[in-house]
């Protein structure tokens, strides 16, 4: 059994990270910072110019530590990450368009979905009023939606 778990480790990364999440005592510190680091230069790279970003690859990210995380804040700690890079994007570049802030604001919902099912809307509700304040002048509708969101999960 520890020869197959030792070859699984070795021929799949989906694998390493886990066990990596899993049995390293800052292991999912480290992944989280990983999978953030892909979010960012996904959106806005060091070098060059982040136009081309992927959506594709940046939910992937969100997506792959989600499985790996047995820390709910982390959870909700990226998928918040997600949009405010995203929020970062689009006012360094213009308004993009709207698939992309419908996925901006798909994200939103789900990481306040999360929070509620996990009773910690609290450690999060300034970071989601943040991003909401950080759209101000933003086109397609999405501060409006945004704001009417946030409105609705935190009611006065």
Same mark, same amino acid.
């Given at each position: ?8 480790h070795? /021929? =799949? &990364? +989906?694998?390493?990270? =886990?066990?990596? %999440?899993? /049995? ?7 992944? /989280? ?11 806005? &790279? ?5 136009? +081309? @970003?992927?959506?594709?690859? @940046?939910?992937? %990210? ?5 499985? $790996? ?7 909700? +700690?990226?998928?918040?990450? =997600?949009?405010?890079i ?5 006012? %360094? ?8 802030? %419908?996925?901006?604001?798909?994200m ?19 970071r ?20 009417d969101?946030? =409105?609705? $999960?935190?009611?006065?």
């Open positions: 059994m520890i020869e197959e778990i030792k070859k699984l070795k /021929l =799949y &990364p +989906d694998v390493r990270e =886990y066990y990596q %999440a899993q /049995l390293s005592e800052r292991g999912e510190e480290e992944l /989280l910072k990983r999978y953030k680091k892909i979010i960012r230069d996904e959106f806005l &790279p060091k070098r060059g110019w982040g136009g +081309d @970003a992927s959506l594709l690859v @940046a939910c992937k %990210a969100v997506s792959d530590f989600t499985k $790996f995380s047995r820390n709910n804040k982390n959870v909700v +700690d990226i998928m918040i990450y =997600y949009v405010e995203g929020v970062e994007y689009t006012n %360094a570049f213009g308004d993009i368009d709207e698939p992309f802030y %419908a996925s901006m604001e798909r939103y919902e789900q990481a306040y979905e999360y929070v509620t099912e996990n009773v910690i809307e609290y450690l999060f509700r300034s989601f009023e943040k991003i909401v304040k950080d759209t101000k002048g933003t086109g397609w509708g999405f501060h409006d939606n945004l704001q969101m946030f =409105y609705e $999960f935190f009611p006065g």
